[in-house]
Each structure stands twice: as structure tokens, then as C-alpha cells.
């Protein structure tokens, strides 16, 4: 069976991806990195809706965890490979650089970027190998794009994963995956509850922030049998904010 491994598919945007993967018949595995709660609740949602489901916990921005937890799901799992990641796991610290702690810069690069690079480099050879129209999906972000004052460490793991999008997508055209990135804008979700929603609505041409659900419906189309010629992109999806 080809399955979908979600990184950071505890809460927000990655458990909306997690449910439409369900939704889509796909079996999905929720990676989550502490809070088991979130992940037990969100592999409940998806079993109600008769989705294959199982949780696998590591730490995006530790390869030895990467690694680990991958091997023992492989081993489980002999005539079941990931066939679509969706790297979404991500944080953010953020603070005007003058002020930025060494160490809040290094975490947000170590879980965006270096946790791409784990987990995606772990996966491929058997996604090129199997030519079976592999999907990588990468969560970048607005900030990656135009850069967001008090945000240099997430602005720049975002965009160099978007770089990384439109490198490795050369790299495994030939067989048949394909690497996409997406930017959301803002989206209600945790990592946004502490912003202060109303004023920045009025910046938004559609004056709202966007939900998990919209941002999950393009990951669904680029996993899509349909999507199969796009490889390559970023894909904004923020209310006519920016493109
Ligand atoms: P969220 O609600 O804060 O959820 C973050 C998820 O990432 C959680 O499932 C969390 O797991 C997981 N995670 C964090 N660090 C991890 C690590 N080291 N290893 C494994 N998993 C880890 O965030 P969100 O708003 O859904 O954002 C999802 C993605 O979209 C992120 O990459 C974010 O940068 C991007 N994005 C979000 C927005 C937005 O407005 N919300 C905009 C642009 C881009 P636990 O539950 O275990 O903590």
C-alpha cells in the first residue's frame, strides 16, 4: 500500500492534511513531535471516518530519531512504502535579529530545514525507485517569499526551502515524483493564536485568515493523479496578501 506520511500532523494544517488524506482513501501516518494528545485525537478523527491510520513520533530536527522511526515502521511494513510526504512540521521563534538568541535561530532552521532534509533523504530512494508518481509537498511559508520583519530565522529556513523545492525537483523528475512547495499567509492554527487576528485581517484583500482545511485541499490536488505535470512551484495560498 502506498502511504502518506504527514510531519507535524498533530494539530493545525498538518492534521487537516491527515484527515484529507483519509478522506482521500490514503493511508496516513501522523508523525508528531510531544504532544501525543493532539496526535491521539487527530488518529481518532481519522479512523472515525474509516482512514488507515498509525502515529509515529520523532523529532523532525534529529536524524538519528528520523531515521529510527522510519526503519521500525519499514520493518513492520514490507509491502508498504511512503509514497507521499508532506513536510509540514515547523515553529516559530521569533524576535528582531539585533535580539535573536543563537539558539532560537538554529531551532527554527534545525526543525524547517534540517527536517526536510532527514526525513526527505530517507524516503527517496525508495520513491524513485518505485517511479509510481511519488509526491513531495514542502509547508514553506509567505514569510519565505517576501521575508517578515522580526521572522530572519523563519523567513530564511522558508525560503531556503523553497531553494531546496526547486532544486530536488529536477533531481527526480525522471521519476515521476514531484516536489512542490506551499506558502500559506496566515491560517487560524496555533502557531497563529498569539497574533493579534483582527488587525491583521485588515492587511488580507479577502479580510480573514485562511483555515487548515483550505491549505489541506491543495495539498490533496498536488498528491492528485491530476497534479502529475506540476513539479517545481510554490503555491501561495493567502487571501491576495502577496504573489
Ligand atoms: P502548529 O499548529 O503550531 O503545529 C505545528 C506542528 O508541527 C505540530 O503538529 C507539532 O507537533 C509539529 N512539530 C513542531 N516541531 C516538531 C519537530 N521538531 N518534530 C516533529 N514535529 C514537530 O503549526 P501550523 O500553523 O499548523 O503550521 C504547520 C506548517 O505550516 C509549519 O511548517 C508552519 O511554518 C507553516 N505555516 C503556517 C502558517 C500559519 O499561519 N499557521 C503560515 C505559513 C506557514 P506537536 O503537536 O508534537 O508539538
Not at 39 to 60: E, H, M, N, P
Not at 98 to 107: A, S
Not at 122 to 129: A, N, T, V
Amino acid at each position: 500500500m502506498k502511504y502518506a506520511l504527514v510531519t507535524g500532523g498533530s494539530r493545525g494544517i498538518g492534521k487537516a492534511v491527515c484527515l484529507k488524506f483519509a478522506q482521500m482513501g490514503i493511508p496516513v501516518l501522523i508523525n508528531y513531535h510531544s504532544n501525543e494528545t493532539a496526535a491521539l485525537d487527530v488518529l481518532k478523527c481519522v479512523r472515525s471516518i474509516g482512514g488507515t491510520v498509525d502515529l509515529l513520533q520523532f523529532d523532525v530536527a534529529s536524524e538519528k530519531d528520523v531515521s529510527r522511526a522510519i526503519e521500525r515502521w519499514e520493518d513492520g511494513h514490507p509491502d508498504d512504502y511512503i509514497a507521499y510526504l508532506v513536510n509540514n512540521a515547523g515553529i516559530r521563534k521569533d524576535n528582531l535579529m539585533f535580539m535573536m538568541p543563537e539558539q532560537d535561530w538554529h531551532d527554527v532552521i534545525d526543525v524547517t530545514l534540517n527536517g526536510f532534509y532527514y526525513v526527505t533523504r530517507k524516503l527517496l530512494p525508495k520513491m524513485m525507485m518505485r517511479r509510481h508518481g511519488g509526491r513531495i509537498i514542502n509547508m514553506a511559508s509567505l514569510s519565505g517569499l517576501k521575508g517578515m520583519p522580526g521572522q530572519t530565522n523563519y523567513s530564511a529556513a522558508k525560503g531556503a526551502l523553497i531553494g531546496a523545492t526547486k532544486a530536488l525537483a529536477q533531481e527526480t523528475a525522471s521519476r515521476n515524483v514531484t516536489v512542490n512547495a506551499i506558502a500559506p499567509g496566515f491560517i487560524e492554527s496555533d502557531m497563529t493564536k498569539d497574533l493579534p487576528q483582527e488587525e491583521l485581517k485588515k492587511l488580507v484583500p479577502m479580510n480573514r485568515f485562511g483555515r487548515p482545511e483550505e491549505v489541506a485541499a491543495l495539498v490533496g490536488f498536488l498528491c492528485s493523479d491530476e497534479s502529475g505535470y506540476i513539479t517545481g512551484e510554490v503555491i501561495n495560498i493567502n487571501g491576495g496578501l502577496y504573489s
